[in-house]
């Protein structure tokens, strides 16, 4: 008998659950934000991107899912858009997110980004028309035809000219030899 006393007593305890989608965003919404921003190195293209995951994720999660069930849903969204956004900018599908846990760990307000060093260093890689492409479209935010224009090329050649540099700018960051 006195072994049944040295031993715990197991009971059940109700999982918290979120009262309201507004508590599920409020909750979630900087910890998404810094992990995709972490991620691009873009405030634009990570707000649209948070976006789009709590867009994703509003009529599957169900407000009767734990707190902990709620985040992981959102990890995994997070992963399936960052995904697209990739496969749609690079051609590739990147969804490795393996430093989520220091992103939400981090008490700042700003995560510090390593993304501007590594996006200068696979750039100065490139050869000439494919950086200058890449500067043009994304770093400078004109479109094909203002890029084509800037460079004195047809859009068809500004198209493909983009392509393959985002394609070797993905090998290259891989590791990869140019």
């Given at each position: 008998?006195?072994?049944?006393?040295?031993?715990?007593?197991?009971?059940?305890?109700?999982?918290?659950?979120?009262?309201?989608?507004?508590?599920?965003?409020?909750?979630?919404?900087?910890?998404?934000?810094?992990?995709?921003?972490?991620?691009?190195?873009?405030?634009?293209?990570?707000?649209?991107?948070?976006?789009?995951?709590?867009?994703?994720?509003?009529?599957?999660?169900?407000?009767?899912?734990?707190?902990?069930?709620?985040?992981?849903?959102?990890?995994?969204?997070?992963?399936?858009?960052?995904?697209?956004?990739?496969?749609a900018t690079m051609g590739r599908e990147i969804t490795a997110i393996d430093d989520i846990a220091a992103v939400e760990a981090s008490p700042d307000d700003e995560t510090v980004s390593t993304a501007p060093q590594r996006v200068?260093?696979?750039?100065?890689?490139?050869?000439?028309?494919?950086?200058?492409?890449?500067?043009?479209?994304?770093?400078?935010?004109?479109?094909?035809?203002?890029?084509?224009?800037?460079?004195?090329?047809?859009?068809?050649?500004?198209?493909?000219?983009?392509?393959?540099?985002?394609?070797?700018?993905?090998?290259?960051?891989?590791?990869?030899?140019?």
């Amino acid at each position: 008998m006195s072994a049944q006393r040295d031993r715990p007593e197991l009971r059940l305890v109700p999982e918290a659950c979120y009262p309201s989608w507004e508590a599920v965003y409020d909750d979630n919404v900087t910890w998404v934000y810094r992990m995709l921003y972490a991620r691009l190195g873009s405030r634009a293209d990570a707000e649209d991107l948070t976006s789009e995951v709590f867009l994703a994720a509003l009529r599957p999660l169900r407000l009767s899912a734990s707190v902990a069930e709620a985040r992981s849903y959102l990890r995994a969204t997070a992963r399936t858009v960052l995904a697209a956004h990739w496969r749609a900018t690079m051609g590739r599908e990147i969804t490795a997110i393996d430093d989520i846990a220091a992103v939400e760990a981090s008490p700042d307000d700003e995560t510090v980004s390593t993304a501007p060093q590594r996006v200068a260093s696979v750039l100065a890689q490139l050869p000439p028309q494919y950086r200058r492409v890449l500067e043009l479209r994304f770093l400078q935010g004109r479109s094909v035809r203002e890029s084509a224009n800037d460079m004195g090329v047809s859009v068809a050649n500004a198209k493909v000219l983009q392509h393959r540099a985002l394609r070797l700018a993905a090998q290259i960051n891989e590791g990869g030899t140019p």
